[in-house]
């Protein structure tokens, strides 16, 4: 397992006038794994690293109140598969001692871990597979300029 943090969510042109969300991963020495993502949860991860909040709570918020109010607490996120350009991602919460693994999108997973301060892992060999340094991003623009 490879620690990795959020550096940024950024929209990556494709085409002019179409770009295609991007949450990027870095490891401990600046190499990047970008995971395309969904409009709204590109939205919900900016508005954490942005420290926003909205006036009413939003689905991450809501999911992290629902595990708060049931005293579950957020382990970590571990995005461990790969299958045809779709990366696979785990929940791990813990409950009373009893840990469980919960199957979810990363970009999902990624917001939660990011609400909870819960550390997020990447398998080894999917994060190297996948890895470019950051000096070779090309066309992107942060989500807050977009």
């Known amino acids: 397992?490879?620690?990795?943090?959020?550096?940024?969510?950024?929209?990556?042109?494709?085409?002019?006038?179409?770009?295609?969300?991007?949450?990027?991963?870095?490891?401990?020495t600046g190499r990047i794994?970008?995971?395309y993502i969904g409009h709204p949860e590109a939205?919900?991860?900016?508005?954490?690293?942005?420290?926003e909040t909205m006036p009413r709570p939003m689905t991450h918020d809501l999911m992290i109140s629902i595990?708060?109010?049931?005293?579950?607490?957020?382990?970590?996120?571990?995005?461990?598969?790969?299958?045809?350009?779709?990366?696979?991602?785990?929940?791990?919460?813990?409950?009373?001692?009893?840990?469980?693994d919960i199957d979810a999108r990363p970009s999902d997973c990624i917001a939660l871990a990011l609400r909870s301060e819960a550390p997020i892992y990447v398998k080894e060999d999917i994060f190297e597979s996948v890895a470019i340094d950051k000096d070779s991003l090309q066309d992107i623009e942060s989500l807050d300029t977009f």
């Open 67 to 100: 595990l708060d109010r049931l005293e579950t607490d957020v382990v970590n996120i571990f995005i461990d598969d790969k299958i045809e350009n779709t990366y696979y991602a785990r929940l791990v919460i813990n409950r009373d001692g009893l840990s469980m």
């Open 1 to 28: 397992m490879l620690e990795v943090s959020v550096k940024g969510v950024y929209v990556v042109r494709v085409r002019e006038g179409f770009g295609a969300p991007t949450v990027l991963l870095e490891d401990s």
């Open 43 to 51: 939205l919900s991860i900016n508005m954490v690293l942005n420290q």
């Open 33 to 35: 794994m970008p995971i």
